[in-house]
């Protein structure tokens, strides 16, 4: 498998908390993989590039062709335009392709390097060029037809976002339900299929006296603890208390930062 | 011979054991341990979890893990120890339809003999797996306290995991059984029993041609090792919070991570001096910055956390030699029992009292599970004659005039047993009489507990006081009570078996026994597939790693092609009967697979 150049692939989206309120989200994506520059400069900050997706020198960070990447805004709002243009509705995109948006949970914590003052400069400095707040002002006013756009995208975690907007004002919005079940139901199985049949075991590959500099929060570190060499991952899934997708996709994250490996 | 399984069914923790050729053995689970949590949890999938599986998520998710319902069985809703348990349980404790206790777990309510059944059929299941054949006699112990209602709890949630209960013992008396195996032993012995949840003590008597003759007992139900664990969690907190100004107790995973962690320490310090407790990325900070415990305890700071727990139990033996007139000379032997007694301090805390290195001889872990055994093994040998007399943990009598509770066989009587009261009239022309049979120590009817009642009609209509009646109270080996009632003048008769309430109908115990049924050949058609699955799928791994191999080998003959062909569509039909969950179909397609795994081996190996 081959990297793809940079500019080939959708760059991800950060991360939208549910609970943060709109004029507290940045109003544009950076031009770069947000998550993997965040890594690169735990692990180096002096070499990492943050345009550079493909250079990631350290061990444990994944490749670019593993990752999977998001649409930004510009993709975004070029695909609204030529759906409104459009007689046919969208052909929802197949699950398991690379053109499935990151699967982050969004009122999951994102992971924090151990240097957020250069990821918080980065990010600055991709806002000082982005656009106004006029995309982030159109999604607040329809959060369902935003919601359907995204799903219709195969942007199955903004929809998520979306959907868990619109219950926490109307718990009974039957759509948001049946929406977030959907996109929960195509999250996991992704994430299943990356991980692999789940009577596998899982095994902590990194030497314990590195564990405290890994780059992990505590939702992490006790999925991670509960990774004993014995139990296989249905059943770190069945006691690790979060719902099933947070600990697919914590594990799926352990696994991709090589702090994790099946027997 | 038909097997019977002897089960320790622990407030915490529960053990199989078996004789086996003679000998007394435990059965290990799957993990290989030889004793499994207590604990029953469904998950937000639906999923059951029973045993270590159950303990791993205890806390995170609380609400919907059951722990402990040994407190709880049998007991009738408005008793103390149940508005206790629920006042502290993190799980969800409601009223039951017939005053009982019901569980209620992902908004599904469970009797508490039905989640006791829940472990008992595991503890089944263990023993099944490891002697290969079903298995339905048993002999499961109780707390030497636990009166008819709770016995008979006990009795019906080995019913509703498909056993046959042929006898319930006391823990102590299983204990001793244990230590005497094999010995002729005739000794005053104390069993000190300090577990995960509870602390009893017992004064026995064991004499010769294997009689065992409990003489007292009693101890504190909300006393044991998981206290011991909550102090150890209190320091960790506490000196955590000092250092970063954050309590763990308010997040969930860390909690859990906490109290595994506690226990771990606390059975480390049992042979090392100190012990180091590691928990990276315990909890985030407010700058989403990821923290970490790192803490050393050593013996004598476990010691201080536990010293009054300790005391507490020197304190109940006290009481209980006294009660039972003994001297501290009277005890010849003591026998430790409960995985506590490993710890240094205890068992020094139990010599220095005694008086006496107490024996090391019997695991404390299995001892009873073994006992249990053992006499499961003797009930069925015909040629085994051993005599276990047990005691009535309570008194038993009847209700009279006045709300006063009558005694007539008392506390701590030896078992099998009869007495009998004559008994009168309290009004002019009474022609019936209400027995009302209750158990308890106290001088008010209404202060004990109610077991049954029945009413004697035909009584001769004359002045209060004239009329004789004879009610005679009997108990038989199992403590089975009866109660008969007759009029002396007429020797027209009632009686009852006191057939003790679990809080459970009949309807009801059918209903989940085939409940239990069903959930058990769901499991074991699931395990099936499960095993069917992935031998399909290692070999297919296989066949998929040496078929370039093959195909650059054979690639080029019509005969090799067809070879190649045949193997894609003996995987392809793997699959599909994986796919299917059709575990006859996977079976099926084993052989074929194995078949051409061998195949392609062969010609790999031909060329190299």
Known sequence: ????????????????????????????????????????????????????????????????????????????????????????????????????????????PAPRSLSPSSIEAAVLGALATAPGPEITERWIEDPSAEMRERFSLGDYTGALEMVELILADDPANLEAAECGENCRTVLENMYSAKLGPTDRVPMIIVPRTQMRWLSID?????????????????????????????????????????????? | MEKVIGIDLGTTNSCVAIVENGVPTVIPNRGGYK????????????????????????????????????????????????KNAVATSSYRIVQGPHADVRVVLREKEYSVSEISAMVLQEMKVIAEDYLGDPVFKTVITVPAYFNDNQRQATKDAGEIAGLDVIRIINEPTAAALSYGFGKNVEKTVAVYD??????????????????????????????????????????????????????????????????????????????????????????????????????????????????????????????????????????????????MTRMPKIQQAVAEFFEQDPCKGVHPDECVALGAGIQGAALIDDKHEMVLLDVT??????????????????????????RTKIFT?????????????????????????????????????????????????????????????????????????????????????QNMMEGAKDYMVERR?????????????????????????????????????????????????ARHAVGKRDVAAIKSEIDGLSRTQRMFKGVVAKTH
């Open chain 2, 393 to 418: 943990p309570h008194a038993l009598g009847i209700m009279t005039q006045g709300g006063y509770f009558e005694e007539l066989i008392p506390q701590n009587t030896t078992v099998p047993t009869h």
């Open chain 1, 218 to 263: 505590h939702r992490a570190g006790f999925i991670l603890s509960l990774v004993d060499g014995t139990s296989s991952v249905e059943m770190v899934l069945d006691v690790s208390g979060m719902p099933r997708l947070d600990a697919l996709r914590i594990l799926h994250e352990l696994v991709q930062q090589r702090i994790v490996a099946f027997r």
């Open chain 1, 1 to 108: 498998m081959t990297d793809q150049p940079p500019s080939d692939k959708k760059t991800p989206k950060p991360p939208a908390d549910a609970s943060t309120r709109a004029s507290d989200r940045p109003t544009v994506n950076p031009p770069f993989d947000l998550e993997a520059f965040a890594r690169s400069m735990a692990a180096n900050p002096a070499e990492s590039d943050p345009a550079d997706d493909s250079s990631h020198g350290e061990a444990g960070t994944p490749t670019r062709s593993d990752r999977i990447t998001m649409t930004d805004e510009l993709e975004l709002e070029v695909a609204r335009a030529k759906s409104a243009e459009s007689t046919q509705p969208p052909q929802p995109r197949p699950s398991g392709l690379l053109s499935i948006a990151d699967a982050r949970v969004p009122s999951m």
């Open chain 2, 194 to 339: 300090f577990g995960g949840g509870t602390f009893d003590i017992s004064i026995l008597e064991i004499g010769s041609s294997g009689i065992f003759k409990v003489i007292a007992t009693a101890g504190d139900t909300f006393l044991g090792g998981e206290d011991v664990d909550a102090r150890i969690i209190d320091w960790l907190v506490h000196g955590f919070k000092e250092e970063h100004g954050i309590d763990l107790r308010q997040d969930r995973m860390a909690l859990q991570r906490l109290k595994d962690a506690a226990e771990k320490a606390k059975c480390e310090l049992s042979s090392v001096r100190d012990t180091e407790v590691n928990l990276p990325f315990i909890i985030s900070s407010g700058r989403n910055e990821a923290l970490h415990l790192q803490r050393t305890i050593d013996r004598p700071t476990l010691d201080q956390l536990s010293a009054d727990l300790i005391q507490r139990t020197v304190d109940i033996c006290q009481q209980t030699l006294a009660d039972a007139h003994l001297e501290k000379r009277d005890i010849e032997e003591v026998i430790l029992v409960g995985g």
């Open chain 2, 525 to 573: 058609s699931s395990e099936e597939f499960e095993a069917a699955k992935q031998e399909a799928e290692r070999i297919v791994a296989e066949i998929e790693r040496l078929l370039p191999q093959v195909e650059q080998i054979v690639a080029t003959s019509d005969f090799g092609r067809d070879a190649i062909e045949k193997a894609r569509a003996v995987v392809a039909k």
């Open chain 2, 425 to 509: 009239t309290s009004r002019d022309h009474q022609t019936a009489v209400k027995i009302v049979v209750m158990q308890g120590e106290s001088e008010r009817a209404e202060e004990n507990e109610l077991l049954g009642e029945f009413i004697l009609m035909g009584l001769r209509r004359a002045p209060k006081g004239s009329v004789e009646i004879e009610v005679t109270f009997e108990i038989n080996a199992d403590g089975i009570v009866s109660v008969h009632a007759k009029d002396l003048e007429t020797s027209k008769e009632q009686s009852i078996e006191v057939t003790a309430s679990s809080g459970l109908t009949r309807d009801e115990i």
């Open chain 2, 35 to 82: 004793t499994t949590p207590s604990m029953v949890a469904i998950t937000e999938a639906g999923k059951r979890l029973v045993g270590h599986i159950a303990k791993r998520q205890a806390i995170t998710n609380a609400e919907n893990t059951v722990y402990a319902a040994k407190r709880l069985i049998g007991r009738k809703w408005s008793s103390p120890q149940v």
